[in-house]
């Protein structure tokens, strides 16, 4: 099974802009894998805030947009607000199945 | 407003059966496909399955690692999706979320229940 790779943690300062990644360990991320981006906070269940690479859901802040980026799948957070700190997940899709990311844990400081 | 809410979940000792029930609401049920996911104690997201809705067969797909202890199931009448859970074992510890899929060839998660802990312990 691919294995799907995120920093595990980042910072990015108020107002900031910060991009968090997702690569596979098959290749280079493409549209084809569908990537998708989830947001948690602490006992809170997942949100989803992008799917198939940049597509963002009714509910999504503007500040956050989804791109392909060096191979991987990318999420791009522009303008940081304290309430965006929080786990981020993407998820791929395979020809055998759809595999998360391990997560990235972003705090606002 | 579509609402999820799981039930069903608790402590079961190793090799027991536990079925996990999503209610929808606030939308056509039977018009979309639902998924399971599930996330250990401390853990990352994973994906278990998803079934289609019945004008796609209500045919279900699952993840690799689930290894047919799991099966999902769906009563449209009731708008209820099922996770059957066979076989437990203390990894299956997690709560465990469905989703309502906005495509059909899934998994495609729109929207999230809250979720409900399975604890599986002697």
């Known amino acids: 099974q691919a294995v799907v790779t995120q920093e595990p943690s980042l910072t990015v300062s108020p107002g900031g802009t910060v991009t968090l990644t997702c690569a596979s360990s098959?290749?280079?991320?493409?549209?084809?894998?569908?990537p998708y981006w989830f947001q948690q906070k602490p006992g809170q269940a997942p949100r989803t805030l992008i799917y198939?690479?940049?597509n963002r859901l009714s509910w999504t802040p503007a500040r956050f947009s989804g791109s392909l980026l060096g191979g991987k799948a990318a999420l791009t957070l522009s303008g940081a607000q304290p309430e965006d700190e929080a786990e981020y997940y993407c998820?791929?899709?395979?020809?055998?199945?759809?595999?998360f990311g391990g997560g990235t844990k972003l705090t606002v400081l | 407003e579509v609402q999820l809410v799981e039930s069903g979940g608790g402590l079961v000792q190793p090799g027991r059966s536990l079925r996990l029930s999503c209610r929808g609401s606030?939308?056509?049920?039977?018009?979309?496909?639902m998924s399971w996911f599930r996330q250990a104690p401390g853990k990352g997201l994973e994906w278990i399955g998803f079934?289609?809705?019945?004008?796609?067969?209500?045919?279900?797909e699952y993840a690799a690692s689930i290894k047919g202890r799991l099966t999902i199931s769906r009563d449209d009448s009731k708008s209820i999706a099922y996770l059957q859970m066979n076989s437990l074992k203390t990894e299956d510890t997690a709560v465990y979320y469905c989703?309502?899929?906005?495509?059909?060839?899934?998994?495609?998660?729109?929207?999230w229940g809250q979720g409900t802990l399975v604890t599986v312990s002697s």
């Open positions: 989703t309502r899929d906005h495509c059909s060839g899934g998994p495609c998660p729109e929207y």
């Open positions: 606030g939308f056509t049920f039977g018009d979309y496909a």
């Open positions: 079934i289609r809705k019945k004008a796609y067969a209500g045919t279900t």
């Open positions: 098959t290749g280079t991320v493409t549209s084809g894998h569908y």
């Open positions: 198939d690479t940049s």
């Open positions: 998820l791929l899709a395979y020809s055998g199945g759809h595999v």
